[in-house]
């Protein structure tokens, strides 16, 4: 029979048989009549129920009265979510949604490490649900929204830098509050988003003549490159195309001699911007290349940015190392063929040296920097001779994954933990060496390297790798 009304009170054993106490004494004074159901609910236990052999239908305040307790609207919530005797209607599941969605907003994301956002998601995201869960489990479709959104935050970064450049930058949002922010954007979105959008001039007044590409698809640095070192970098970077194009300023930007590449240049860019006629009442417009509309999709640029991935099931052996959280996601990305390697770079129509930062004879790409090129191998021949080891072959070995376990075989089977600490060490002090040449051209030698993974080892071990203490021990 379903109760009438419904009363909540806490688990305890007294307060029960009070609330009952009071439910006989009521019955014994009112009893006649209509039939009433006393429905005691207690937190997480069946109900127990009361039924009067007969009651006279009398007010609900009556009632209330003499069990002693407060009417109240359902829902009555309880760990955030309404305590109903059916399902709980998806509006309310929504409310504990966006309670996580608003603490991982994307943004706040690309402020943090990916250690650190791990350890964010794992830590506090995953428990904000945690008891709502425990207490009336959560539809599936709003577990998928929460994980969807943490993975979101996991992995945001450039795609949330390039919606912001797309807002700065877009003559629709002229005068809005971000349109003058000075924006701290990694050289690699910039050039992502200059690869990616094109300007339809209209006036002229957003577009920079030097910079965005406005000319059928294409840059003036596309076009004359060779011209482009002649023009100061400030005018570069802010002169628009109804500046450069009243009365030719553009040319008197030109500083410094003309090689006979640049004057040829010259001329076809000439040819490019002589017939562009400007409209003063249309406005520029920016068009995303990637979407049939012209307009920015932050999934467009997260397929853009994480296109060519593929699953791995081999890969759990990443987690299971011990190694800091970074350098577990760094070897992930590196399986993954995911690091900015120069065949990636380009890949994205970016700038990117041709040879390897560190060998300098081959392409660099992952699986070259990590597993073959000549300067990780004699990391490696450094470090495995310290422990008495040669090193493997490299006979039909050219990934990273096939490296690794070409470098397990190594070890006997109860060594192996350690010897994985050990790989995902140096691929981590080989990874730093080629990032030192590259951003900050500081090159140092294979001695040098090998000494600094050393280190680096012990400071491991102190810090709870006892596996990989136990062969370096040995
Ligand atoms: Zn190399």
Redesign the pocket.
Known sequence: MQPLFEVFCTGTRASRAALERRWRKWRGEEASGGRWVLEIRVFGKRPRRCVPDGCRETDLAGVVCSLGCKIVELSVTYLGLPLHSGAIPKNKVQGLVDKVVARLPAWRGSMMSRGGRLVWIKSVMTAVPIYAMMANGIPTWAREEIEACCRRFLWAGADASVRWLWLQRNPADDGRAWTELPLKVAPEVRCLFHASTNFEVGNGQRTLFWKDRWIIGSSVEDIAPALISLVAKRTRSSQSVAVALQGNQWIRELRGGFSVQAISQYLKLWDAVREINLSPSTPDRLLWRWSSDGHFSVRSAYQLLHEGSLHLPEIAIVWKTWAPLRVKIFLWLAWRRRLWTADRRRRHGLDART????????E?TCD??LA?????LRVWDGILSQLGLHRPSLTDCNSVLGWWQRVRELWPPGARKGGDSLFALVTWEVWKERNARCFRSEASSVDAVVSSALGVASEWVRAGAKALGCILSE
């Not at 390897?356 to 004879?361: D, E, F, Q, S, V």
């Open positions: 040879t390897c930062h560190l060998c300098n004879t081959a660099e070259h920097l073959t090129c000549s300067f990780s």
